[in-house]
């Protein structure tokens, strides 16, 4: 990510406007390959070298050292130093510094000519010798391990994406529109959105074409905290994938006293560095569908693209749907052990509905919170329509209560 | 339906909330993303008194540590002083923050709070040095196995300790799990991330340690919120020479060399020059980072920022002033002596020069470990730092300081002086400060020499 040194934005009227650069400006695809080609080649190198190399054609580039600084910082990010220190060196340093302690205990700093020479008649070594070697592990002296390359052009989609992020760190929330979404692709925002954490309020649009989402974390609503904004700025790649959207951020920078609109959509073709990790399917996912297939033939499970809509204005992403050779369709949503928030809000959710629509399964880990073996406890909800697995649900754990259903 | 409280990132949900107590509950808030009320995690107290006051049964999933004995190793006689803060901050219902100079025993005094307190506690502190020197002391006074949050631990038990930093990562979880909380340097806590770390714990029972609560931002009322109000306060000057050292402070103004003079005057111009033709003000609030701007977009800018490091780099650290580093280090031959820079370059400048031991956060815990060390059994007899050594670390040995070049933060120097204030018998502190004469360092020394601790002081 950048740091607020190296974001370039606009301020007109309350809004703010970050800087893109054209992802297809050759002069800019050339710059941003010869720093590439730079930090591709520097394996072996130390950091200052690689800095001084990168600085040659940051300043012969002709272009405004901001933009070229921020690609340079994205590179860092990817480049991996090694820091070890040598014990060797270690014990060097040792040696020297109790002599040039006892010397100066000693009384024997006299001129700095003869200090010097002191040294190097105990280490039997020329002084810059010595100098050179004192703190050769300092970090503009470690030497590059790795990095991890990537193509020009996604360097000049992360140096825009990074733009955006280093905002929404100043961000106290954010509000997207989604118009005619593709589930598959809402499910995986939703996913991202629990795994940093965040909450939101989804709304169906008037024209019902879509949702509009606010997104905050749990404080913000007792005060206007950028406490989640550097979790909003990690979010931030997953809306790209959306195919039709619309952002409105509030952004509250230093010595502002009213905070800044940053507005936002497709048109930015901002390209993700997410994966799309729908395309991802785990092997104890994949055996749990074998299994189930084998052994419950009455039923197809397949993997879920739907969206429930829930009462309070909530909507859920199952992960399975299950439809039996009567035609009877339920969802299951599985809650794992990192899944304690979201189960305490589904509880209370599905408290007021008694639509058997969606059937949960609950880790068991989940019950050493005393708060959540409570809820499950008193949820009537659950008696009928939940299950308990260990790590992965099992077909033994899960056909009970489709036996119930299917009476 | 009984009312019931649970722990949830950093808040609280509260269900079945009986509709006449909810007015006077005014952190409380109907969430509507959820469905449920809502309050932030400290207010945990303000809630549990409120309902016991109206005679209210609930649940209670919140709190998740119990009453805790931390019976005291050996004996602790408190110094009068150390007492009357005790007592102050019991009488304020155990919260609250204790002023009191470095080196005037803070530690003791929480090891006293943790005692009587008699919950799982959780210590936090700025730096990871500060993190080893309070497990060293609570496991001497309480001989029971102490967690670690930060540098690499991620140990938790009913005693630990944490870098505000880590803690703030375990606290939307882990909030609960303690009764007691100790922010020490506590003037960190009103930070912009650091507050999250109390606002998100349901600790009912808390106390802030520092010797400087002045903010330059003025938040100083979000501690007290956060923390509990002042209830004790003695200044650097009502214990020195009894508790603390008897100390001197000595302005040096170095003179520059002829050479380094004209450089520094050269240099200067070039950056003035450009301010003026640019119409920058650095006096305005947001002055430096039009520079900043205004220097990325042309060859004449980018001389102009090269320019501006240049005499800064300069005035902070010529080679005059090595020269009366030298001078002063031989003239304090058998002392101890930290020497404080303004940023990591000038200490590993200076420590290559003279080839002397350079503590940042570069150095590694291990060797960290190693120099402070040898400098406290006086193996190693000077030690080069430049912002690490500013809070809390425990030099007693350390009777010189020299301050080579700083910011003009008060704090920074009320701290790095109380790193050679620790009492010890026959000790007289000296801390001198080197300047740069007729330079902008003449400004920046004026700002910081407002504090109280700095009025009986000479220069050269």
């Known amino acids: ?407 | 339906m009984e009312i019931t409280i649970a722990f949830d990132k950093s808040t609280l949900l509260i269900k079945n909330l009986p509709d006449q107590i909810l007015p006077l509950l005014s952190q409380v808030k109907w969430d509507c993303r959820t469905g449920e009320h809502r309050a932030p995690a400290y207010c945990y107290r303000d809630i549990v008194l409120m309902l016991r006051h109206h005679k209210l049964t609930y649940k209670d999933f919140a709190r998740q540590f119990q009453p805790h004995e931390f019976p005291i190793n050996c004996r602790i006689t408190p110094r009068a002083y150390q007492g009357d803060a005790l007592k102050a901050w019991k009488k304020q219902g155990s919260r609250g923050v204790v002023v009191l100079p470095t080196g005037a025993g803070k530690t003791i005094l929480a090891v006293l709070c943790i005692e009587q307190t008699k919950r799982p506690t959780l210590v936090h502190v700025p730096t990871i040095d500060l993190m080893h020197q309070w497990y060293d002391v609570l496991k001497k006074y309480f001989n029971i196995p102490v967690g670690l949050l930060g540098g690499g631990s991620h140990e938790i038990h009913p005693l630990t300790v944490a870098t505000y930093d880590s803690a703030l990562l375990y606290v939307a979880h882990k909030g609960n799990q303690f009764g007691l909380q100790i922010f020490d340097e506590c003037h960190h806590l009103p930070g912009a991330q650091y507050q999250y770390a109390a606002l998100g714990a349901i600790a009912p029972f808390r106390l802030g340690l520092t010797a400087t609560p002045e903010r330059s931002d003025g938040k100083e009322h979000l501690l007290y919120q956060l923390c509990g109000p002042l209830c004790f306060q003695r200044h650097i000057h009502e214990l020195k020479g009894t508790t603390l050292s008897p100390y001197n402070v000595v302005t040096i103004e170095v003179e520059m060399q002829a050479e380094e003079r004209e450089t520094y005057e050269s240099a200067r111009q070039c950056y003035i020059d450009f301010l003026h033709e640019e119409h920058i003000f650095m006096n305005q609030a947001n002055g430096w980072n039009i520079f900043l701007k205004k220097t990325c977009q042309s060859q004449k800018g980018r001389e102009a920022f090269k320019a501006y490091m240049l005499q800064k780099q300069i005035s902070q650290a010529s080679s005059a002033k090595e020269k009366h580093i030298w001078q002063l280090v031989r003239q304090h031959a058998k002392d101890r002596i930290l020497i404080f820079t303004q940023d990591n370059d000038m200490a590993y400048r200076i420590g290559k020069r003279f080839f002397w031991p350079v503590l940042t956060h570069n150095t590694k815990i291990k060797e960290r470990t190693h120099f402070l060390e040898n400098f406290r059994q006086g193996i190693y007899s000077i030690l080069v730092t430049s912002k690490v050594l500013n809070e809390g670390v425990d030099v007693p040995e350390a009777n010189v300081g020299i301050i080579v070049s700083g910011s003009g933060s008060i704090r920074e120097h009320v701290q790095r002086l109380g790193r050679l204030l620790r009492a010890q018998e026959g000790k007289h502190a000296v801390l001198y400060e080197l300047i740069s004469k007729n330079t902008s360092e003449y400004f920046v020394n004026k700002r910081r020499r407002k504090h109280s601790a700095y009025q009986e002081s000479n220069t050269i």
């Not at chain 1, 070890?84 to 024997?108: C, I, Y």
């Not at chain 1, 994938?241 to 619309?246: G, L, R, S, V």
């Open chain 1, 1 to 407: 990510m950048l740091t607020r040194n190296l974001i370039r934005y606009k301020i007109y009227r309350q809004h703010i406007k970050p800087q893109f650069i054209k992802t297809d400006d050759q002069n800019m695809l050339s710059i941003a390959a010869q720093l590439l080609e730079v930090f591709q080649n520097s394996q072996g190198k130390t950091r200052s070298e690689l800095l001084s190399e990168s600085k040659l054609v940051i300043e012969q580039s002709n272009c405004n050292s901001m933009i070229t600084s921020g690609l340079e910082k994205l590179l860092l990010d990817r480049t991996k130093f090694n820091t070890d220190t040598q014990e060797e060196l270690l014990n060097f340093r040792q040696e020297l510094f109790s002599f040039t302690s006892e010397l100066h205990n000693h009384g024997n700093f006299q001129n700095l000519d003869t200090y010097y020479q002191s040294i190097a008649n105990k280490f039997q070594k020329n002084i810059s010798d010595i100098q050179n070697q004192l703190y050769s592990d300092h970090p503009l002296n470690q030497p590059v391990s790795q990095f991890k390359p990537l193509s020009p052009e996604r360097l000049l989609h992360r140096y825009n994406c990074a733009q955006v992020q280093g905002l929404f760190i100043h961000c106290e929330h954010l509000t997207i529109k989604i118009v005619n979404p593709d589930p598959a692709h809402l499910r995986q925002l939703f996913k991202y959105l629990r795994f940093y954490q965040l909450l939101a309020q989804i709304t169906e649009l008037n024209d019902t074409s879509g949702f509009q989402i606010r997104i905050d974390g749990p404080l913000s609503l007792f005060f206007q905290t950028q406490k989640y904004g550097i979790n909003l700025a990690l979010f931030f790649p997953a809306i790209l994938h959306q195919k039709e959207w619309q952002l409105t951020a509030s952004i509250q920078l230093k010595n502002r006293t009213v905070p800044l609109q940053l507005e936002l959509n497709q048109t930015c073709k901002i390209l993700s560095h997410y994966n799309h990790f729908m395309a991802y399917i785990p092997e104890e996912v994949t055996s749990f569908q074998k299994n189930f297939a084998k052994k419950m033939p009455s039923w197809n499970i397949q993997p879920s693209d739907r969206l429930i809509s829930l009462p309070g204005d909530t909507y859920c992403f199952p992960d399975y749907t299950l439809t039996n050779e009567i035609g009877l369709t339920v969802d299951l949503e599985l809650f794992h052990a990192w899944h304690s928030t979201p189960l305490i809000y589904r509880l209370k959710q599905l408290e007021q509905t008694k639509q058997p629509g969606l059937l949960l399964g609950v880790c068991k880990k989940l019950l050493k919170d005393p708060a959540i073996a409570n809820d499950i406890d008193h949820s009537t909800y659950f008696k009928h329509f939940g299950f308990f697995f260990r790590d992965m649900p099992t077909v033994s754990s899960i056909k009970p209560v489709l036996e119930t259903l299917g009476k």
